[in-house]
């Protein structure tokens, strides 16, 4: 089996009184991809923000790879291997799509604000490597044909793939993928669902997903958890999880009989 | 992108990265320039003047489109760096004795610090805290131009020479207007390169969507600090240039109403468009000779003896330039940069537009 690429121990989030997360346990292995499920203000968001950075957790310890990362800021990440998307489209909606891409790439170029004046110095020869990376991922999402386009003009679905190209383009080792299907029809669903197996299988990347879409987790995830009110409620395969009472009632509207289910 | 004639495909990355998109749009520039380098040929000195005002204007409003346009911060202490720059190359000039030449890039350089103090505040204030914060750099900087004798010789003022190079001396429009040429087209080169590479790409993420920048692996106090920087470098090389035309710095004109006066041309120009800031440079140096030349043709005539206006002149500037600025912010808030693009895609696809 594989290690452990990403370990939450105990995190717990409050704001002020409210919990969002409480006690959560859970690791992610490398090469997996790895959902976590729960209705609405289950606090999926606010697990993957604390480890993205976004959120720093009141307690407990986020380790990236080994080491501690509870405490790092959100911009050191995407070095230290990490990428995501956002469930809310976050793009710089007036850059090209190959703008929004090529900021991906921001952690791995060197040239600084003087070399980038003078387009000397390397910075026009670093511009164009990172360029060849960028389209690499642009054929892979299929979206040459948007390449120019400022981003806020796009489609919802297409938004949303230049979205993941963007993050893939940090080179991560472990993707976030917030919502990556919400809003979209069913053939939308249907590529992004290979894109994410395209990424886990060919591109090596760790996937951790958050998504409602059951039909998609069960089928696409190789481990799945799921959260109810800031806490654990399982976490295994897809079958495991599906075979337990809490969740077959939430969401496939089982009725479990009569007897409240010990929470 | 900008529409491409059919045929005009790029087969290099290198050829898609050019600031210049087409092979024709860099003929124009190149023939725009040579036409004004015979400007002085044609021109009197007056009109001269005009056209190193649009390119000393053109470049601070550059320096704060970066600012404002780009990185979505804002400042409205603008034309205190401004002054700053022209102090601080006079002082460099008198005391050190570094050619004016080499003191006009020296002054952005020492004004960029000052900007990056100034701009420490920056990494944590957005919006209209930001704005407060700047005002105070603004009077903060106004306060120290008067009290500090040394540097810039309190109210009284501080004299400048003119730059001097291989014997000559550019002290005439005609000839100092090919010195503002020169920077003009260096600094704007320089921003418009800045823009297409990662720093630049960066401050326009900050910009759209700030967390999802962080994410990207930007931090956001050094960009947000950084842009301060860039802004004041500009704001310093053009108040130089200002300071070595007019031959003389005086306290008072670096006031809040020219670091609005900047703002303005930033709006007019085009936010987060470097040709915009010297299109809205030149609008700006423009229309009071419009107004005033209006203001000549009506005086006498029956408005001018029912209104009254003939000898508030300046009273009727400010009120052009407030109108256009919401004239502009109604009817084109992209600016006249946007404007010229569809000017041109009009007539790229004349007559069949849609």
Same mark, same amino acid.
């Given at each position: 089996?594989?290690?452990?690429?990403?370990?939450?121990?105990?995190?717990?989030?409050?704001?002020?009184?409210?919990?969002?997360?409480?006690?959560?346990?859970?690791?992610?292995?490398?090469?997996?991809?790895?959902?976590?499920?729960?209705?609405?203000?289950?606090?999926?968001?606010?697990?993957?923000? $604390?480890?993205?950075?976004?959120?720093?957790?009141?307690?407990?310890?986020? /380790?990236?790879?080994?080491?501690?990362?509870?405490?790092?800021?959100?911009?050191?990440?995407?070095?230290?291997?990490?990428?995501?998307?956002?469930?809310?489209?976050?793009?710089?909606?007036?850059?090209?799509?190959?703008?929004?891409?090529?900021?991906?790439?921001?952690?791995?170029?060197?040239?600084?604000?003087?070399?980038?004046?003078?387009?000397?110095?390397?910075?026009?020869?670093?511009?164009?490597?990172?360029? #060849?990376?960028?389209?690499?991922?642009?054929?892979?999402?299929?979206?040459?044909?948007?390449?120019?386009?400022?981003?806020?003009?796009?489609? %919802?679905?297409?938004?949303?793939?230049?979205? +993941?190209?963007?993050?893939?383009?940090?080179? @991560?080792?472990?993707?976030?993928?917030?919502?990556?299907?919400?809003?979209?029809?069913?053939?939308?669903?249907?590529?992004?669902?290979?894109?994410?197996?395209?990424?886990?299988?060919?591109?090596?990347?760790?996937?951790?997903?958050?998504?409602?879409?059951?039909?998609?987790?069960?089928?696409?995830?190789?481990?799945?958890?799921?959260?109810?009110?800031?806490?654990?409620?399982?976490?295994?395969?897809?079958?495991?999880?599906?075979?337990?009472?809490?969740?077959?009632?939430?969401?496939?509207?089982?009725?479990?009989?009569?007897?409240?289910?010990?929470? | 992108?900008?529409?491409?004639?059919?045929?005009?495909?790029?087969?290099?990355? #290198?050829?898609?990265?050019?600031?210049? @998109?087409?092979?024709?749009?860099?003929?124009?520039?190149?023939?725009?320039?040579?036409?004004? $380098?015979?400007?002085?040929?044609?021109?009197?000195? %007056?009109?001269?003047?005009?056209?190193?005002?649009?390119?000393?204007?053109?470049?601070?409003?550059?320096?704060?489109?970066?600012l404002?346009?780009?990185?979505?911060q804002i400042s409205i202490?603008?034309?205190?760096?401004?002054?700053?720059?022209?102090?601080?190359?006079?002082?460099?000039?008198?005391?050190?004795?570094?050619?004016?030449?080499? $003191?006009?890039?020296?002054?952005?350089?020492?004004?960029?610090?000052?900007?990056?103090?100034?701009g420490?505040p920056a990494a944590r204030l957005k919006g209209l805290y930001l704005a407060i914060a700047t005002l105070?750099?603004?009077?903060?900087?106004?306060?120290?131009?008067?009290?500090?004798? !040394?540097?810039?010789?309190?109210?009284?003022?501080?004299?400048?020479? /003119?730059?001097?190079?291989?014997?000559?001396?550019?002290?005439?429009?005609?000839?100092?207007? %090919?010195?503002?040429?020169?920077?003009?087209?260096?600094?704007?080169?320089?921003?418009?390169?800045?823009?297409?590479?990662?720093?630049?790409?960066?401050?326009?993420?900050?910009?759209?969507?700030?967390? /999802?920048?962080?994410?990207?692996?930007?931090?956001?106090?050094?960009?947000r600090?950084?842009?301060f920087?860039?802004?004041?470098? %500009?704001?310093?090389?053009?108040?130089?240039?200002?300071?070595?035309?007019?031959?003389?710095?005086?306290?008072?004109?670096?006031?809040?109403?020219?670091?609005?006066?900047?703002?303005?041309?930033?709006?007019?120009?085009?936010?987060?468009?470097?040709?915009?800031?010297?299109?809205?440079?030149?609008?700006?140096? +423009?229309?009071?000779?419009?107004?005033? !030349?209006?203001?000549?043709?009506?005086?006498?005539?029956?408005?001018?003896?029912?209104?009254?206006?003939?000898?508030?002149? /300046?009273?009727?500037?400010?009120?052009?330039?407030?109108?256009?600025?919401?004239?502009? +912010?109604?009817?084109?808030?992209?600016?006249?940069?946007?404007? !010229?693009?569809?000017?041109?895609?009009? !007539?790229?696809?004349? @007559?069949?537009?849609?």
């Amino acid at each position: 089996m594989e290690p452990a690429i990403l370990e939450a121990d105990n995190v717990s989030l409050r704001f002020g009184g409210v919990k969002a997360l409480t006690e959560v346990s859970f690791h992610v292995r490398r090469a997996e991809i790895f959902s976590i499920i729960g209705p609405n203000g289950a606090g999926k968001t606010s697990m993957v923000n $604390c480890v993205s950075g976004r959120y720093r957790p009141t307690e407990g310890r986020v /380790s990236f790879e080994g080491r501690d990362i509870t405490r790092m800021g959100a911009n050191r990440r995407a070095a230290v291997g990490i990428g995501r998307t956002f469930q809310n489209l976050a793009l710089f909606g007036h850059m090209s799509v190959l703008q929004n891409i090529m900021v991906g790439r921001h952690h791995l170029m060197r040239a600084g604000f003087l070399r980038g004046m003078l387009h000397w110095g390397g910075a026009r020869k670093e511009e164009i490597e990172h360029r #060849r990376a960028v389209e690499e991922i642009i054929d892979f999402l299929e979206i040459q044909h948007v390449r120019h386009a400022p981003a806020g003009t796009l489609s %919802y679905g297409l938004r949303k793939r230049v979205e +993941l190209a963007r993050a893939v383009a940090v080179s @991560p080792r472990l993707i976030l993928l917030d919502e990556p299907m919400a809003g979209m029809n069913l053939e939308e669903k249907e590529d992004m669902a290979r894109f994410i197996i395209d990424l886990n299988q060919e591109w090596g990347m760790t996937v951790l997903m958050i998504e409602h879409d059951m039909g998609v987790v069960m089928d696409i995830s190789h481990r799945v958890m799921v959260l109810d009110f800031g806490r654990k409620l399982v976490e295994g395969t897809p079958a495991e999880v599906l075979a337990h009472p809490q969740v077959r009632r939430a969401y496939l509207g089982e009725d479990v009989g009569a007897e409240p289910v010990p929470a | 992108m900008a529409l491409a004639p059919a045929g005009d495909f790029r087969t290099s990355y #290198r050829a898609d990265m050019t600031i210049f @998109p087409t092979r024709n749009s860099l003929i124009a520039v190149l023939l725009g320039i040579a036409i004004l $380098c015979a400007a002085p040929l044609v021109l009197g000195r %007056y009109e001269m003047g005009l056209l190193i005002n649009i390119g000393f204007m053109g470049i601070a409003a550059l320096g704060l489109n970066i600012l404002v346009g780009f990185t979505g911060q804002i400042s409205i202490g603008h034309a205190a760096f401004f002054g700053f720059g022209a102090f601080l190359s006079a002082y460099l000039h008198e005391k050190f004795h570094i050619p004016v030449i080499l $003191c006009i890039p020296l002054a952005g350089i020492g004004t960029a610090f000052v900007g990056l103090i100034f701009g420490l505040p920056a990494a944590r204030l957005k919006g209209l805290y930001l704005a407060i914060a700047t005002l105070a750099a603004q009077f903060i900087l106004e306060d120290f131009f008067a009290r500090a004798r !040394w540097f810039t010789g309190g109210v009284a003022g501080r004299m400048t020479e /003119s730059v001097e190079l291989f014997g000559i001396r550019f002290d005439r429009e005609e000839s100092y207007f %090919y010195i503002v040429l020169f920077f003009t087209i260096v600094m704007f080169v320089m921003a418009a390169n800045l823009m297409r590479s990662r720093d630049g790409r960066a401050l326009i993420a900050v910009r759209d969507h700030y967390l /999802s920048a962080e994410v990207m692996g930007i931090n956001l106090a050094y960009y947000r600090t950084l842009s301060f920087a860039i802004s004041s470098l %500009y704001a310093g090389v053009a108040g130089a240039l200002y300071g070595h035309y007019l031959l003389f710095v005086s306290v008072e004109a670096f006031n809040i109403l020219f670091s609005i006066q900047f703002l303005a041309m930033v709006i007019i120009g085009g936010l987060g468009s470097v040709m915009g800031s010297l299109m809205g440079a030149a609008f700006m140096v +423009l229309m009071p000779e419009g107004v005033q !030349w209006v203001a000549d043709l009506l005086a006498g005539g029956w408005i001018d003896r029912t209104l009254k206006i003939g000898g508030s002149i /300046s009273f009727l500037r400010e009120m052009a330039i407030g109108a256009a600025i919401i004239l502009f +912010l109604v009817f084109e808030p992209d600016g006249l940069a946007h404007r !010229w693009k569809q000017i041109k895609a009009y !007539w790229k696809l004349y @007559p069949f537009s849609h």
